[in-house]
Structure formats: structure tokens, C-alpha cells
């Protein structure tokens, strides 16, 4: 299967390491033998109909800073656009930075490949916000695979978990704990009794916050994916204004005291159902499966059948959801029957 990779940064990077640390196993196992033909970033792209040699693009990458200088085959100032349209290829992978403001660049990336009649991976939320059931229209009607499981869970695989293994089942809601950054500022609160700004502050020495960790710590990214859920799961067509949220920047030590002493934790939980979506601090017993600690997420699927369904692990991570990626890609492989 031929890969355009469109966005080679963290997580474009730990993909190729993925691809060649299992390209044994994806053979040997179903028959898949992905070659990358296309990668771009910001500067220019690295173009080979052959094949381009992932260790090479690894190493150019790193070392560069961007795969427009990959030997012979790169070139500085060739757009994801133009890559799209003239670079033959089965599968897009649109992987740069969220933008929830309009999706851009990432929505037109995605539009452009479908309209190409190319199947589709992303872990970007931006044009899944913006455009869900859009791009799930044009999807069908292109006739294409449109896949997103990186974009809420990271590597717990929380979309395939609801929309196969409880296929036959009526999900009437889905509780979350879905940003590992604010879960590890909470754990960190209620273990050492210390105040949102110093905790804060140290994620951010640690590189477990963002240097500008608003998105985080306002919910926002949490409501990003409640609405994606939402969409995906319940089938709604909800967009990110239609969630109701509020962050944790006002939770002081005492308030988290107060609950642990009653036997619960305080926790950012995210909630979608038919008729409201919100995200907000939450009571959650300690001992519940959604009182998870650090940086991991677990969300809770409430059925008809099935009664409670609840899945953790890590929510982020490029390693880690470079599993989600590689997920989609075998996933879609078998979906087409190759
Ligand atoms: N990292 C994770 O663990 C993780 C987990 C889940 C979801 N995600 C999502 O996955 C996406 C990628 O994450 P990341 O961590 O890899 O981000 P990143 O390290 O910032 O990489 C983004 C890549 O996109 C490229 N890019 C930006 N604008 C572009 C454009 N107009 N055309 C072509 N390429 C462009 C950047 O190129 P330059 O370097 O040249 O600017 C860079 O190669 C994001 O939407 C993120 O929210 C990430």
C-alpha cells in the first residue's frame, strides 16, 4: 500500500519507526507491505513513486529538521497540496497540528485526498471538530476509508472498541477522562496537597503540559473529544460550541481534600450523551475504573447490553499512538480485502 505521509513531526517520526520496527510482522501477519512514497512538512516534501527509504527520511528528519532534504528526492517549497494531487498513492496520512479554530491546514488536506479518491488516517481533531460529518459524506461518497482513531485516546483504542466489539450494542452515554495533563495535575494535587499553579508549572518543566497549556487546563481538548465521540459514536452531529465546559483552573487543594476525606477523587471527566455534552471536575469514587491516576485516560461506555464497558490506558505519546495509526492502516487493509 502506498502512504503519503502529510506532517512529519513527533508522531509522523515515531510512525516510520513503527513501520520499520514491524515490517516483518505486518507481512508475515496480513499481508501488508506499506511503502511510503510521499512525506512533507512545513518546508517542502520528499517524493519517491518507488518507495522512499524510511531510515533515510528518519535520519534527514532529525537531522535537518525537515524532510525537504532528503537526498536527491526532496525538495524545499512542494506543498502537501500539490503532493496530493500528483503523487500516486492508496492512503493520505494527514498528521499536522490541531487547529480548532477552522481545522486548517489539516481539513483541506484531508478534503483534497478524498476528493483524489484516497483513503484517509488522521489523529488531528481540528477538521474532526469542524467538519465531522462533512468529511464522513465525502468519505462514502468518494467511496474511500476515512479512519481517526489517534485522535481521542491516543493508543487506547476507544472508537474501535465502540464502533465494533459493541456494535450490536445502544451506547446511551460515554463518561471520559481524556487529557492526560490535567489528570496528572489532579493526581499530583490530591497526592501532595499542592496548589494548580506550582503543579502546573512543574508538568511543564517535565514536558507533560504545554507551554501554553490553555486548551488543556480549560477543557477544551476534552470537549474536542466528546465531540468527536459524539459524532463517531452516538452518531450525533454535534460541533465543539455544542459542549458544555469548564476547566480545572480554579480547584483548589482544599476542595480535593474535602473529597478524598468522603472517598472520592476529583477527576476533568468528559461527557457525552443524546441530548448533552459536557466536560467538567467531577466526583468520581476512588476505586471506580474512571479514577485512574497520572497521565492515563479510561472511558466509560454505558450500553443497553453490555451494562458498563470501561477501557484505560496511555492517551497520548507518539510511540503510543503510532499503535493507533498502525490500527487504522491494518484496518483498512482488511477492510478492502488486499
Ligand atoms: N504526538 C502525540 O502524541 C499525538 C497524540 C494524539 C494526537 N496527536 C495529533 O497528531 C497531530 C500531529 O502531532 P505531532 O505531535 O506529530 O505534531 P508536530 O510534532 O507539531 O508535527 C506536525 C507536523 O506537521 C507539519 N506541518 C505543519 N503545517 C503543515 C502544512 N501546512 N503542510 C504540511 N505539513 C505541515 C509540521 O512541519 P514543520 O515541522 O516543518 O512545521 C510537522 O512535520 C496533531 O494534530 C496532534 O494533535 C498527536
Known amino acids: 500500500m502506498r502512504l503519503i505521509m502529510i506532517g512529519f513531526g513527533?508522531?509522523?517520526?515515531?510512525?516510520?519507526?513503527?513501520?520499520?520496527?514491524?515490517?516483518?510482522?505486518?507481512?508475515?501477519?496480513?499481508?501488508?507491505?506499506?511503502?511510503?512514497?510521499?512525506?512533507v512538512d512545513e518546508y517542502g516534501a520528499a517524493v519517491d513513486e518507488g518507495g522512499l527509504d524510511v531510515k533515510k527520511l528518519l535520519k534527514t528528519a532529525e537531522k535537518a529538521n525537515t524532510v525537504a532534504d532528503y537526498p536527491a528526492r526532496g525538495k524545499k517549497g512542494r506543498s502537501a497540496l500539490e503532493v496530493i494531487e500528483e503523487v500516486e498513492a492508496d492512503l493520505v496520512f494527514e498528521l499536522t497540528p490541531t487547529n480548532i479554530k477552522n481545522g486548517e491546514p489539516g481539513l483541506t488536506?484531508?478534503?483534497?485526498?478524498?476528493?483524489?479518491?484516497?483513503?484517509?488516517?488522521?489523529?488531528?481533531?481540528?477538521?474532526?471538530?469542524?467538519?465531522?460529518?462533512?468529511?464522513?459524506?465525502?468519505?462514502?461518497?468518494?467511496?474511500?476509508?476515512?479512519?481517526?482513531?489517534?485522535?481521542?485516546?491516543?493508543?487506547?483504542?476507544?472508537?474501535?472498541?465502540a464502533k465494533k466489539m459493541l456494535a450490536g450494542n445502544m451506547v446511551h452515554a460515554i463518561r471520559g477522562v481524556l487529557n492526560g495533563t490535567t489528570n496528572y495535575i489532579l493526581t499530583r494535587m490530591s497526592k501532595e496537597g499542592a496548589p494548580f499553579d506550582?503543579?502546573?508549572?512543574?508538568?511543564?518543566?517535565?514536558?507533560?503540559?504545554?507551554?501554553?497549556?490553555?486548551?488543556?487546563?480549560?477543557?477544551?481538548?476534552?470537549?474536542?473529544?466528546?465531540?468527536?465521540l459524539a459524532n463517531a459514536?452516538?452518531?450525533?452531529?454535534?460541533?465543539?460550541?455544542?459542549?458544555?465546559?469548564?476547566?480545572?483552573?480554579?480547584?483548589?487543594?482544599?476542595?480535593?481534600?474535602?473529597?478524598?476525606?468522603?472517598?472520592y477523587a476529583v477527576k476533568l471527566i468528559g461527557v457525552a450523551k443524546r441530548d448533552s455534552l459536557e466536560v467538567g471536575p467531577k466526583l468520581v469514587?476512588?476505586?471506580?475504573?474512571?479514577?485512574?491516576?497520572?497521565?492515563?485516560?479510561?472511558?466509560?461506555?454505558?450500553?443497553?447490553?453490555?451494562?458498563?464497558?470501561?477501557?484505560?490506558?496511555?492517551?497520548?505519546?507518539?510511540?503510543?499512538?503510532?499503535?493507533?495509526?498502525?490500527?487504522?492502516?491494518?484496518?483498512i487493509h482488511t477492510a478492502l480485502g488486499d
Open 10 to 39: 513527533n508522531l509522523g517520526r515515531a510512525f516510520g519507526r513503527s513501520l520499520l520496527e514491524k515490517k516483518e510482522f505486518l507481512l508475515t501477519n496480513y499481508g501488508l507491505t506499506p511503502s511510503v512514497v510521499a512525506a
Open 109 to 161: 488536506h484531508i478534503k483534497k485526498a478524498m476528493m483524489a479518491g484516497r483513503h484517509v488516517i488522521t489523529s488531528n481533531k481540528g477538521p474532526l471538530v469542524v467538519a465531522f460529518r462533512e468529511l464522513d459524506r465525502l468519505a462514502k461518497q468518494k467511496g474511500v476509508e476515512f479512519r481517526y482513531s489517534g485522535s481521542v485516546g491516543g493508543a487506547v483504542p476507544v472508537i474501535g472498541l
Open 198 to 228: 506550582v503543579v502546573l508549572r512543574e508538568a511543564q518543566e517535565l514536558g507533560i503540559a504545554e507551554k501554553d497549556p490553555t486548551l488543556d487546563i480549560e477543557g477544551t481538548d476534552t470537549a474536542c473529544k466528546i465531540t468527536i
Open 233 to 263: 459514536v452516538l452518531g450525533i452531529s454535534a460541533k465543539l460550541k455544542d459542549v458544555k465546559v469548564v476547566g480545572i483552573r480554579r480547584i483548589r487543594p482544599e476542595a480535593i481534600r474535602l473529597a478524598q476525606e468522603a472517598g
Open 285 to 331: 469514587p476512588v476505586g471506580h475504573p474512571l479514577a485512574v491516576g497520572g497521565t492515563l485516560n479510561a472511558v466509560t461506555f454505558e450500553t443497553d447490553l453490555a451494562r458498563e464497558v470501561t477501557i484505560t490506558g496511555f492517551g497520548a505519546g507518539p510511540r503510543e499512538t503510532s499503535s493507533a495509526l498502525l490500527g487504522d492502516l491494518i484496518d
